[in-house]
């Protein structure tokens, strides 16, 4: 059986915002405090990160916190980051650069996922056609259009493969138009299926309540995707890991302590 080596969640900061956010139609006044996770994936063919979390630049500059993230509130307030936890930053812990990073598979487009592109210069990135679509038609509009620059040089994707052994891309639309998950085979254990924002929760899997925002409302796709990911789990006896859940996330191990 072909596996990854290890995994590293990496908390890159966090976001507090309204739960109905997170599961549509439920949480209206409560609000929750979520991780903002990247993945670090060493594999048999190289280093591999799943989302990259946000642009540190735009949290650190008042200027820019206003302009990006004013408008957000009162329902998602502007994300906490701080400069150690920039993913360079991480890598440089376990001894690594960001030369070292093989590839860059991003889940879905929003800032939280994509913004810190910027700290990874010249890393092949990997991302779902309809994701990037969807973006540059403005019909999404969780997405900064200056952290697209780049994008004529990412390889966009149609379809489910294999992008290292023991790493398996998920098409899971419906949070986003062409959102991605992922299911990695460790050495010891379970797999692991990373859900990204197909489940922010472990409400949205226990209870199969949607995303509170879904492309073009579509709740009905965002469900189905919920369901593919359990019945993967329950077929290759996987574990789910929620997204955006901060229960769930204090119960990882701290960096850099990793999963093998």
Not at 86 to 94: M, Q
Not at 228 to 239: C, G, N, P
Request: aromatic share 8%.
């Amino acid at each position: 059986m072909t596996h990854a080596l290890k995994l590293w969640p990496l908390l890159t900061g966090t976001i507090r915002y309204e739960k109905t956010i997170s599961t549509h139609n439920r949480g209206h006044g409560q609000w929750i405090d979520a991780p903002i996770l990247a993945y670090l994936i060493e594999t048999t063919q190289g280093r591999i990160l799943y989302d990259v979390g946000c642009d540190y630049h735009k949290l650190s500059d008042p200027a820019l916190r206003q302009q990006f993230f004013a408008s957000m509130y009162p329902v998602i307030e502007t994300p906490h980051m701080q400069a150690e936890q920039r993913i360079p930053h991480y890598l440089e812990r376990l001894g690594l650069t960001t030369a070292d990073i093989d590839l860059i598979l991003i889940g879905h487009l929003h800032f939280d996922h994509v913004g810190g592109l910027c700290d990874l210069p010249g890393c092949e990135v990997h991302l779902h056609q309809a994701e990037l679509t969807a973006a540059r038609t403005k019909q999404d509009s969780g997405v900064f259009p200056d952290e697209l620059l780049q994008s004529d040089r990412w390889r966009l994707q149609h379809e489910e493969y294999e992008l290292a052994p023991g790493v398996q891309v998920l098409t899971t639309p419906g949070h986003t138009a062409g959102h991605l998950s992922l299911m990695i085979e460790l050495p010891k254990g379970q797999p692991i299926i990373l859900c990204g924002d197909a489940a922010d929760l472990n409400e949205n899997l226990t209870d199969e309540i949607a995303p509170g925002c879904c492309w073009q409302d579509n709740f009905e796709l965002a469900l189905a995707s919920i369901r593919k990911l359990k019945s993967i789990a329950i077929s290759e006896q996987a574990q789910l890991w929620p997204n955006h859940d901060m229960v769930f996330f204090k119960k990882l191990p701290i960096f850099p302590t990793g999963y093998e």
